[in-house]
């Protein structure tokens, strides 16, 4: 696979950082973002069923925006955006610490597609 030479941040990506920036300003505020981290997960680990550690409204609304796919490529579903782009993004999570599987979810993305993971980079693409 032959990797961009572009690494200039243009319009595309703006677009994802400002959209990012305004989604996360708009559903993430800091009193929110104080009691996703604050919850009490001891009491969790004691019950047969965990809640997520992030929430899951937020979390498939990243997904409809498109970010789980920002990163996989076109032909995998996803929108074979630039790695400045996923910068863009990775950015903004990391300014406002929301805690998601986001991160993650762009690392291995990055990894699968080093390799011929198509199946695996099509479901992340789909969020899940």
């Known amino acids: 696979m032959a990797l961009s030479k572009d690494f200039g941040f243009g319009s595309e990506e703006q677009l994802v950082r400002d959209q990012a920036r305004r989604f996360l300003r708009e ?10 981290v604050a919850r009490d997960h001891h009491e969790a680990y004691e019950t047969a069923v965990q809640p997520a550690p992030w ?7 990243m997904v409809e925006l498109g970010w789980t796919g920002l990163a996989v490529p076109e032909t995998a579903g996803g929108l074979g955006s630039k790695m400045v782009a996923v910068t863009a993004l990775a950015e903004e999570i990391g300014w406002v610490a929301v805690p998601s599987p986001l991160p993650a979810t762009l690392a291995a993305t990055m990894a699968l597609r080093a390799g011929t993971a198509t199946k695996w980079l099509e479901r992340i693409a789909a969020g899940e």
Do not use: F, H, S, T
């Open 27 to 36: 559903n993430v505020p800091v009193d929110k973002l104080r009691a996703m």
């Open 55 to 61: 929430d899951e409204k937020l979390w498939k609304q």
